[in-house]
């Protein structure tokens, strides 16, 4: 069990529901933000992933977590827009020098909501799919073992070495680097802080490369998992279905962009 | 004895230790740039392990540490990173095939791949800020982005000026401390990644 990706268990029908399924429905989410043209889709986006969250008991995480990377985004979406949006000619608030438009509001409301929509998506597929189950079923369906393998390492290995990173700054600091002052003082302090990461990990790299080896890495034999991961018929036919209908409306989009090019 | 047959090395695939080096060099990026942050330095530095992969290792493994790290990073940190994921995979293709001709071999050859680096960073990256985030990426170059902006030109624009400030310093030094890391890497262990 990994404490710091942001999977959070619960026993909630789409936690139960296969990795593949709710990673799917993630990218036709994002997708059909990216491709749509109007707030209205972005806000019924939006709110579909509140509605799964709190059928996953997850919401008060969801809103944390969107709040934590989005707010200031946000924000500042609204205030560069709303002041600077070229082509503005409806005045909605004018204090002193400064005026904000309508256009720009609008234009700001429309790309907030198109980020957190996408956002609120990809926090919701991470607070109710463990990763491991996710490169499983992936290796399952025709994945590379290895390179699953290498993603789940990888995800293990980051935050070992953020500690380290961390524990590396503070002993180094207090032999006395110069972490604070002019900037060519703060860049000549990078070298010394990632270098003992980074000279350690490659050299060690061997050693782990011969216990894997040992443990039967690149053996060609077939695997058999000790968890078995649910996925079921309709499942699979929700999949497709949403998997098509997203390439439909993307074509459809694309189509209607074109001919509004050659008109 | 009957005569006994050459001893073949059949390679195919990608090696172990290549492979081993992909989570290693994605937590030198994130690393790296966690360092970068806490000095409050004025550079991302979040690319050096691409780099240093795909020196070691060739332009693929070094795509493959520059997806992953923007993947990873992401879901740890913000999803911001998610969407630059394409640039930090094209400097894994250009710094391998960059290493292959032999750009790495000397500082001045690498100070130009960095250049290099810089410059395909600023195009790639300035759509994907301009179009996918309003040209609002919660980063310092907001701030000259917005003024940009302001004065009429477009977020692109505002985009691609705001990052030829940052990117060409920020590449430069990873091309560098890449160089170096790779410098430091003992002879016995460099060649077993390709």
């Known amino acids: ?263 | 004895m009957a005569q006994t047959a050459q001893p073949r090395v059949v390679k195919s695939g990608i090696g172990t230790m290549a492979w081993l080096l992909v989570p290693v060099a994605v937590g030198i990026n994130l690393v790296g740039n966690f360092i970068a942050v806490s000095l409050k330095l004025p550079v991302f530095l979040d690319s050096i392990g691409t780099v240093t992969a795909a020196i070691l290792a060739g332009p693929w493994i070094g795509a493959l540490v520059g997806l992953l790290t923007n993947l990873i990073a992401g879901l740890l940190i913000t999803p911001t990173w998610l969407w630059y994921a394409v640039v930090n995979v094209v400097f894994g293709i250009v710094a391998g095939f960059l290493a292959r001709k032999g750009w790495y071999s000397t500082i001045p050859k690498t100070i130009v791949c960095g250049l290099i680096l810089a410059v395909i960073g600023m195009i790639v990256s300035a759509p994907i800020t301009a179009y996918v985030y309003g040209g609002v990426t919660g980063a310092g170059e907001d701030f000259i982005r917005a003024y940009l902006y302001a004065t009429g030109k477009t977020l692109l624009e505002g985009a691609i000026t705001a990052s030829a400030i940052t990117e060409p310093l920020d590449k430069i030094i990873s091309a560098i401390i890449a160089f170096l890391i790779v410098k430091g890497v003992p002879q016995r262990y460099r060649g077993q990644f390709k």
């Open chain 1, 1 to 263: 069990m990994n404490p710091t990706t942001p999977y959070t268990h619960r026993d909630s029908p789409i936690h139960r529901l296969n990795p593949l399924t709710k990673g799917i429905f993630f990218l036709c989410v994002v997708t059909v933000a990216f491709a749509a043209p109007s707030l209205g889709v972005m806000l019924s986006l939006l709110g579909a992933v509140v509605v799964a969250a709190v059928i996953a008991r997850v919401t008060r995480n969801l809103v944390a977590l969107v709040l934590k990377s989005a707010l200031l985004i946000v924000v500042l979406v609204f205030v560069v827009q709303g002041l600077f949006y070229p082509g503005s000619k409806a005045a909605l608030w004018t204090i002193g020098p400064v005026t904000i438009w309508r256009e720009g509001l609008r234009f700001a409301s429309f790309t907030a909501s198109r980020l957190l929509a996408i956002i609120a998506a990809t926090v919701l597929f991470m607070l109710t799919t463990r990763a491991e189950d996710l490169v499983s079923e992936m290796i399952a369906h025709g994945l590379s073992r290895k390179l699953g393998y290498v993603v789940l390492m990888t995800m293990q290995t980051i935050p070992q070495m953020q500690a380290r990173a961390a524990a590396i700054l503070d002993a180094q600091r207090s032999r006395g680097l110069e972490t604070e002052g002019g900037l060519i003082q703060r860049f000549r302090a990078y070298v010394p802080i990632i270098g003992p990461l980074v000279v350690g990990s490659i050299i060690s790299l061997e050693t782990r490369s011969l216990a894997i080896e040992a443990r039967g890495f690149s053996s060609p034999t077939r695997r058999v998992r000790v968890e078995e991961i649910r996925d079921s018929r309709g499942e699979q036919m929700a999949r497709w279905a949403a998997a098509i209908m997203t390439a439909s409306f993307v074509v459809w989009r694309l189509v209607s962009w074109i001919s509004s090019l050659i008109r």
